[in-house]
């Protein structure tokens, strides 16, 4: 469904818009209140509350996100997070529990207990890099080893003294992992897929079978090239810039050229995995083998992803965006721009975008053209970015329970308070483009810090709006230690 409107929206509306749906996750979070996962569940929403109160300085946000951080704590007792994924298990409530440590530091405690158990569990995973051995959920943001080594770097960055010995022992491993990922032996790459580690579902006898439809469309296996599932997030984990020094040990130096190595290669792989033919950079969903070289074959038939964070140009240039600075090499935020800027000139059937949330939405362009503005001083970046923000706007509407619905691909509404397909995603976008420390969020969707001002290429100070200045604050910082007592393992 295509948005009613597509008018300019000023910052005062925008502040209207994201309080009326931070009011209204106060008053009922419906279904996600039950749920311990970042993407859908309980920390998602407090993740969003905590901003809302920093921009508002509002204290009823922080206090309800709170009781969300508790419902967590209550609902991984229950049913305990096995997994350690960022969007789906235990990396995401580390990640949460950071953002309020960052103001209340009696979370500390917990946040140290919970990066060792999110360690641990990572230390416990046989991580393969052999090609044909790797699955996407291995390696990928959503669930794997990206997700994985963002919130305990991002801990650890918190907890200082604090993190503990397989903290750091974890993080180095899980950077040594995603760098070998990024080597190319000439064959098949070894972030391959091949169907025997298919995502599963559990068959007639209760054990894991493929999806159906991998096996059938994918018979020889395949390359995703989305950020959520393929190696874009693999590119942006490199990227951090802490990450040379994961482990802590006389090995940081031998650790960032093996890294700045691994981002090279693989920015450059990207750029060679791009559709040929069009007049604007554009990346399919999937790749499959070639039948002869096991490598991605570009030569096939391919169609354009959707433009948005979860696949296509937007999220593969988020990650190329950040390549440049770590590796040295301005191509890939040269590439980063072109597809960006491409993306205007997509057409509208090819773009598919139809719903004002983060992970196949609005909401999350919002954060990346914001980003990529913020970055570069690009003037043609913010321009599009606040026509995506007056866009996603548009959607608003009062009869929705959050305020902003989800779309289906059938155009069908469905109604969610979480973070990547709900309303929680769409305060966050719309709190990012008003403050400059509420945009700091966006390092959950690039596994990136928010970059610090600079200098532009084309002179202006990045980050600076060359027609309008930069954004007013909307609220100031709260003074850290002043946010109302409460931890996580309080019930």
């Given at each position: ?131 044909g051995s790797v699955a996407s959920h291995d390696y990928d943001v959503i669930g794997g080893a990206a997700g994985w080594l963002s919130a305990l770097l991002k801990a650890a960055d918190v907890l200082g003294g604090r993190a503990t010995d397989a903290t750091r022992e974890a993080t180095g491993r899980l950077a040594d ?315």
């Amino acid at each position: 469904m295509e948005s009613r409107s597509a008018g300019g929206v000023t910052d005062d509306e925008v502040l209207r818009l994201a309080r009326e749906v931070a009011d209204r996750l106060v008053e009922s979070a419906g279904d996600a209140a039950g749920k311990a996962d970042l993407a859908d569940g309980a920390p998602g929403i407090a993740l969003a509350l905590r901003y809302a109160a920093e921009v508002f300085d509002d204290d009823r946000y922080f206090t309800t996100g709170q009781r969300h951080l508790r419902r967590t704590a209550e609902a991984s007792a229950t049913a305990p997070l096995h997994a350690p994924g960022l969007y789906l298990g235990t990396a995401g409530v580390v990640w949460a529990v950071t953002e309020y440590a960052r103001l209340e530091p009696r979370y500390l405690p917990t946040l140290a207990t919970m990066t060792d158990r999110l360690a641990r569990q990572t230390l416990a995973i046989t991580l393969h890099t052999a090609a044909g051995s790797v699955a996407s959920h291995d390696y990928d943001v959503i669930g794997g080893a990206a997700g994985w080594l963002s919130a305990l770097l991002k801990a650890a960055d918190v907890l200082g003294g604090r993190a503990t010995d397989a903290t750091r022992e974890a993080t180095g491993r899980l950077a040594d992992y995603l760098v070998e990922l990024t080597h190319d032996d000439g064959g098949t790459l070894r972030w391959f897929c091949a169907p025997s580690h298919f995502p599963s579902i559990p068959g007639p006898d209760g054990q894991p079978t493929p999806l159906p439809g991998y096996v059938k469309n994918f018979p020889d296996g395949v390359y995703n090239l989305g950020f959520a599932h393929g190696p874009p997030g693999i590119l942006a984990a490199l990227c951090r810039p802490d990450i040379a020094g994961a482990a802590g040990t006389a090995d940081s130096g031998a650790r960032a050229r093996r890294v700045r190595q691994g981002v090279r290669a693989l920015a450059r792989t990207l750029a060679q995995l791009r559709i040929d033919g069009l007049d604007y950079p554009a990346w399919a969903n999937l790749l499959l083998p070639h039948p002869d070289s096991g490598r991605p074959d570009t030569g096939a038939s391919q169609v354009p992803a959707r433009s948005a964070w979860c696949y296509g140009p937007p999220g593969v240039a988020a990650s190329l965006l950040s390549a440049s600075p770590a590796c040295g090499d301005p191509e890939p935020g040269d590439l980063a721009v072109a597809t960006l800027l491409g993306v205007e000139r997509t057409p509208a059937e090819q773009q598919r975008v139809n719903s004002p949330t983060v992970c196949h939405g609005l909401a999350g362009l919002v954060a990346i053209y914001g980003r990529a503005a913020a970055q570069t001083g690009v003037p043609d970046l913010w321009r599009m970015r606040d026509a995506f923000l007056s866009r996603m706007c548009s959607y608003a509407d009062q009869s929705h329970p959050y305020l902003f619905p989800d779309y289906d691909p059938w155009g069908e509404q469905e109604h969610s308070a979480g973070l990547l397909n709900g309303a929680a995603g769409v305060l966050l976008a719309l709190l990012g483009t008003v403050s400059e420390a509420a945009a700091g969020w966006d390092e959950l969707l690039f596994l990136t810090p928010r970059p610090p001002r600079g200098d532009a290429p084309d002179g202006t100070e990045a980050g600076t709006r060359p027609e309008a200045g930069t954004r007013p604050e909307a609220g100031t910082r709260p003074e850290t230690g002043t946010r109302p007592e409460g931890s996580m393992g309080e019930t």
